[in-house]
């Protein structure tokens, strides 16, 4: 895996987007501008944490290499280096898919 150049702050992760599906359950095949936001992916980078009014951090409850499931349009989309990747808030991610 190439190293990733970005470091999140706080309670934010970078997600990996999976592909958006390229054809419907009855095998119709989608065009670019009919395909969703992919809202599943793999976490990249998690932040240290969240500061909480005691000075402490609260620790994340998703790390590197989870894969998620968040909400459609949370976050921020960034590309880099022609790849594209989602910058969210830890309680934008709705579940962690167990494998």
């Known amino acids: ?23 419907t359950a009855g095998g119709i095949v989608l065009p670019d501008n009919a395909k969703e936001r992919p809202t599943r992916g793999t976490v990249l980078a998690v932040g240290p ?31 880099l280096s022609g790849k594209k990747y989602t910058v969210l808030r830890e309680n934008d991610v709705l579940a962690v898919v167990e494998k």
């Open 1 to 23: 895996m190439a190293r990733l150049n970005i470091k999140p702050l706080d309670d934010r992760l970078v997600v990996e987007q999976h592909e958006a599906e390229d054809r």
């Open 49 to 79: 944490g969240k500061m909480l009014d005691t000075g402490n951090r609260a620790p994340l409850c998703v790390k590197v290499g989870d894969e998620v499931i968040y909400g459609k349009y949370s976050g921020t989309e960034v590309e």
